[in-house]
């Protein structure tokens, strides 16, 4: 059995997500990360505040995850799925995300908002905004 991993892209363009940065995804951004920590803080929060952080790429640059599919070749039998990446360990991510994942994605995420407030660092706020779910909670994308 052979299995192939492929990504199709659908991506949209640089100077797209930039507009949508400037004039929504900046306020709207720091509204949907102050809104994720207050529920954080309420425990029962908690994996509502998990999801919102993991679509935070997509609500300040329009940065949608990039869809997967497995192609498996069984014999003369090809099957296509469609799929997420396979995670890590629940607990390792649990784990993570209590001990580490819960404060220092805050200050990622400020990091990365702060980078965007300059025309150089512009290019790094995006980057660090798209891996803010690993840094969460190592979600694999």
């Known amino acids: 059995m052979t299995t192939i991993i492929v990504q199709p892209s659908k991506k949209r363009s640089w100077l797209v ?6 004039f929504v995804g900046c306020w709207l951004g720091e509204l949907w990360i102050l809104a994720a920590w207050l529920l954080m803080a309420i425990i029962v929060g908690i994996p509502i505040a998990v999801k919102m952080l993991n679509k935070l790429p997509a609500i300040i640059t329009l940065k949608e995850p990039d869809p997967q599919l497995a192609v498996t070749v ?7 799925t469609a799929g997420a990446r396979p995670q890590r360990n629940l607990l390792v991510r649990a784990l993570w995300f209590v001990l580490i994942g819960c404060w220092f994605s805050f200050f990622w995420m400020e990091l990365a908002y702060l980078a965007c407030l300059t025309l150089i660092g512009l290019p790094l706020g995006f980057w660090m905004f798209d891996k803010t779910p690993t840094m969460v909670s190592l979600r694999r994308q």
């Open 17 to 22: 997500r930039l507009l949508w940065f400037l």
């Open 74 to 80: 069984v014999g003369t039998t090809t099957i296509v």
